[in-house]
């Protein structure tokens, strides 16, 4: 996932329709995640996030090249500033896609979704200490009302919920790194820009599996697949990886910021009812206690957002 500023193309009926099915349907996908890596369990995190890298690149480039955006492409490598950090974002999405696996294989998706449900709390936080913007006091009364959450629930767990914090920190962050690097970035160029970062060791390390024997790839699944299906489960991560992205920046071309907004929370809301319907985790009365508050500061976010884009709409001119 990626948050990069919204600049929406047009304000039609039909490009807002393709925006919100664009958006939909990628933060939908984004959501189906932990059920598509729960397949993969005999292989680790690293392995997994490898494979995502290299099938992505693989399919970035013939987009690229079947889409005529092979020069941009390449301008944008030949730009030391912009190439530089999409790497820096590229290695906080590396961080972000580790965590979130090792969360799936190890059944704590529940934690997962607490780090996407809080990573619009730390993008203000970030806006603050790296952007110097001022927080208006809702903002703050949403920092923290989501900081007591967290708190009751690393009470009820008795240890930090690290992986949520991970993957709220990592994720915001590279959406800041993103931010700065403009709009004026295509998505797809730059998307490729950051997975050919990302494919050198992603290649070593899975030469390195290869070599010492500890590779998946052609051997059985998990839950009793077989090596064909497992193998296609690994090829096909690159689509999963890539899809759901270049929706959001179709999205986020013909979207406002605060119909964005609202859509990111498909994701963990899915990924949060996945862990406790489909998977059985423990959600202890402190817990849920932490939960409810943390979607209580994102009501309080969320409201605010809504209220300043209505107070920032241009007013219709009246006839005459």
């Not at 932990?34 to 995502?52: D, K, M, N, V």
């Not at 999409?86 to 972000?96: F, K, M």
Request: proline residues 6%; contains cysteine.
């Amino acid at each position: 996932m990626s948050t990069p500023q919204p600049t929406p193309a047009d304000g039609t009926p039909a490009e807002h329709r393709r925006g919100l099915l664009a958006g939909a349907g990628g933060y939908f996908l984004w959501g189906v995640l932990p059920l598509y890596f729960s397949l993969l369990g005999a292989a680790g995190a690293l392995e997994i996030t490898a494979h995502r890298v290299v099938w992505s690149m693989l399919l970035c480039l013939l987009l690229l090249a079947a889409g005529g955006q092979w020069r941009t492409f390449t301008a944008l490598l030949r730009n030391r500033r912009v190439a530089g950090r999409l790497t820096l974002a590229a290695v906080l999405l590396a961080v972000n896609w580790i965590t979130f696996l090792f969360g799936v294989l190890t059944g704590r998706v529940v934690d997962a979704a607490l780090g996407y449900y809080v990573n619009p709390i730390i993008t203000v936080l970030l806006a603050v200490l790296v952007l110097a913007e001022r927080p208006r006091p809702a903002q703050w009364a949403a920092v923290g009302v989501a900081g007591i959450g967290v708190i009751v629930i690393a009470v009820g767990l008795g240890n930090f919920p690290w992986i949520a914090a991970v993957l709220a920190l990592s994720f915001a962050g590279y959406g800041l790194v993103k931010k700065t690097v403009g709009a004026q970035v295509p998505a797809l160029p730059g998307l490729g820009v950051e997975t050919l970062a990302l494919t050198g060791p992603a290649l070593g390390y899975l030469v390195y599996l290869t070599v010492t024997g500890g590779s998946s790839f052609g051997s059985d699944g998990a839950g009793g697949l077989s090596p064909a299906v497992h193998v296609a489960l690994l090829v096909a991560s690159g689509i999963a990886t890539t899809v759901p992205l270049l929706l959001f920046a179709t999205a986020a071309r013909r979207l406002p910021l605060a119909t964005l907004g609202l859509l990111q929370y498909i994701t963990p809301t899915m990924q949060f009812l996945t862990g406790v319907l489909l998977f059985g985790e423990e959600m202890a009365p402190t817990r849920w206690a932490g939960f409810v508050l943390v979607w209580v500061a994102l009501v309080i976010l969320t409201a605010d957002g809504l209220r300043l884009a209505r107070r920032t709409l241009p007013r219709p001119r009246s006839a005459g």
